[in-house]
């Protein structure tokens, strides 16, 4: 299966990156770019939507953590939404579903948020 990820702006300001597909050794580099690209452009808050994330290796959780670790030391975040099955389960055992969650989480984090 291919892997990509797709930009949005949210309302709120931060960055959306949707992925699909498998995230693995041999694509987790795709997501290091989507992210350095946009810390270059100085976001200092990412979303990631996983709703179409159908596998993560550690690989692909090592990008998640380095991610936040890049958008933190700025006073950022990168937080986690939509994970379902196996990428929710991966994201449960590593502890990452609770570290990582966004507190809105949503069923379409690029909408706008309910009052």
């Known amino acids: ?3 990509t990820v797709t ?3 949210r309302d709120e300001g931060d960055a959306c990156l ?3 597909g498998e995230l693995d050794l041999s694509t987790a580099p795709e997501l290091n770019s989507a ?8 976001r200092r808050e990412l979303l990631l939507d996983l709703a179409e994330l159908t596998f993560c290796d550690s690989t692909g959780i090592a990008a998640f953590v380095r991610g936040d670790n ?3 030391a700025d006073g950022g975040w990168l937080r986690l939404t939509g994970a379902t099955g ?3 389960r991966v994201l449960q055992v590593t502890g990452l579903a609770e570290v990582l969650r966004h507190p809105r989480d949503t069923v379409d984090p690029a909408a706008p948020a309910a009052s």
């Not at 992210?35 to 100085?42: F, N, Q």
């Open 70 to 72: 890049i958008v933190a």
């Open 35 to 42: 992210i350095d690209r946009l810390v270059a452009e100085g």
């Open 1 to 3: 299966m291919t892997f």
């Open 7 to 9: 930009y949005a702006r």
């Open 18 to 20: 949707r992925l699909a």
């Open 86 to 88: 196996r990428v929710a």
